[in-house]
Structure formats: structure tokens, C-alpha cells
């Protein structure tokens, strides 16, 4: 429910790594939670006690465990809200892509590109859309999204993931004009390499966690309240005139 006082924030894709840190931040400033993952059976356990200690600061949580990348079940979501809930923050946590080479045994094809696009990027604007269209959305309110640095970076394995990122910046400069005379805003945060379990399934794996080590300013590795902390930050009413932009969140680390 709303009220004047009350600030809810929808996170896709909020289990685990950034968008769980985000949901953590967002907590302790008082935000109710609504949180969509995708999770099996077999981790309900650790899930529950995650989003337990989520609830010791006394906030409504309530998570959802479907698949946030299908419009359907983005549109059955949102008309069963309740009538008088709306946002103050959306953030697209959703990480479902093929980190393959363009040739060779096992290259990406047409359809790993459009699985990849349409999750880490289309449902952004798919999701956007269908909380404007039913007036979801408080005035104001924001849209926020993750990016990385293969927006504009060559990585191995990464030409799906970097098309799909590229495409989430293009829908979020537009998002960011045309909402904004609903007054929400519309930004990206380009996080630094953090270690999640998404990364774990990177096929260089090792060796891009020792590279950014290296290669980073601070000779660390992002964490994920690095990146929640800003997610925080841009949630304040001081943060009210930061539109369109990508916000790098990564010690310099796409510097070198």
C-alpha cells in the first residue's frame, strides 16, 4: 500500500548479487520491497532466510518467484497490484544471457542474441512501460537499470551480452526524455567486475577476476554494496536532477 510517507521500490531480479545488495540498501532507507527472482525449488531455504533478515528492518517485503523477462507475466503482475500501489523506484537487475564465441564449436546464433537483448534489455522498457500505462509510477519517481563495460569494450564471450547492453542504454536515454514529463527519471549504473554467481558461470572466469584485480586503480573487485551504496544515493531527492546518465561504479576501473 501507499501513503505520503511510504516509498516502495520493485526490483527484477533481486536474489542474489547486485540487485539482493540494492534490496538490502533500499531496506534500510525504508523502502518497501517487491522483489522478483527466478529460483529453484532446491534454494528455497537460503532464499527465505535472506529475505528474513531483509524484513528485520521492519519494512514490507513480499518476493515473487516467475519469470520477469516474459510479458505476460510482467502484465498478469502488475494488473494484480493493489489499487492504489505505486513505485518510486524500479530497478532491472536481471542477468540471462549466452557468453559464447561469434565462431568456432558452439557460436553464438541469431537466437542467443535475441534471448540475450530481450531479457538484460527490452524487458526494461517492457517492464517501463507497462507500470507507466497503468499509472504505477509516483511523480517522481525513477527507472534504474545495471550496464558494465562491455557497452563499449571488446570481452571474449561477451558479444551478446554487449549488444544487450548497448541496447539498454539506447532505451534508457529515450526512457529518460519521453518519461520525463511524468517526472520519472531515468538512469544506468556501470558497475565495476563484481564477483556473482553470474560471473562464476564465465568461461574466463578466473582469469578476468585476476586481470581487473591488476587493472583496477584500488587493486580490488567491486563489491556489490559498492554499487548498491549508489543505488541508494540516486534513490534521494538530492539526486532528483540526474537524468540519462551512465553512472560508473567501479573504482576507475574502465580507465586502464
Known amino acids: 500500500m501507499s501513503d505520503n510517507n511510504t516509498k516502495n521500490a520493485l526490483i527484477l531480479g533481486g536474489s542474489q548479487g547486485l540487485g539482493f545488495a540494492s534490496a538490502k540498501e533500499l531496506a534500510k532507507r525504508g523502502f518497501n520491497l517487491y522483489i522478483i527472482h527466478r529460483d529453484s ?11 528474513q533478515d531483509l524484513r528485520s528492518y521492519s519494512i514490507e517485503i513480499k518476493n515473487f518467484n516467475f519469470d520477469a523477462t516474459r510479458q505476460d507475466k510482467t502484465e498478469k503482475f502488475v494488473d494484480e497490484l493493489p489499487k492504489d500501489l ?27 542474441f535475441q534471448i540475450t537483448i530481450q531479457a538484460m534489455a527490452i524487458s526494461f522498457h517492457t517492464w517501463a512501460s ?18 558494465s563495460e562491455g557497452n563499449s569494450k571488446v570481452i571474449p564471450q561477451y558479444a551478446a551480452v554487449s549488444a544487450a547492453k548497448s541496447s539498454l542504454e539506447s532505451i534508457m536515454r529515450q526512457m529518460a526524455v519521453e518519461y520525463a514529463s511524468l ?21 574466463s572466469y578466473e582469469k578476468l577476476k585476476s586481470h581487473t584485480q591488476k587493472r583496477n586503480p584500488f587493486h580490488r573487485l567491486t563489491q556489490p554494496e559498492d554499487v548498491a551504496n549508489v543505488v541508494g544515493l540516486l534513490s534521494e531527492k538530492a539526486a532528483s536532477w540526474i537524468n540519462g546518465t551512465v553512472v560508473k561504479v567501479d573504482g576507475g576501473e574502465s580507465l586502464v
Not at 43 to 51: D, R, Y
Not at 93 to 103: E, F, P, Q, V, W
Not at 130 to 147: E, I
Not at 183 to 203: E, K, M, S, Y
Open 41 to 51: 525449488r532446491a534454494n528455497a531455504e537460503t532464499l527465505n532466510k535472506k529475505f
Open 183 to 203: 517526472g520519472i527519471r531515468t538512469n544506468c549504473i556501470q558497475a565495476g567486475l563484481v564477483d556473482t554467481q553470474a560471473l562464476q558461470h564465465f568461461p
Open 86 to 112: 505505486k513505485f518510486d523506484l524500479v530497478l532491472h537487475s536481471i542477468a540471462k544471457g549466452n557468453l559464447k564465441d561469434l565462431y568456432g564449436e558452439n557460436a553464438l546464433n541469431s537466437m542467443d
Open 130 to 147: 507497462c507500470l507507466v500505462n497503468n499509472n504505477r509510477m509516483q511523480n517522481p519517481s525513477q527507472f534504474l537499470a545495471f550496464t
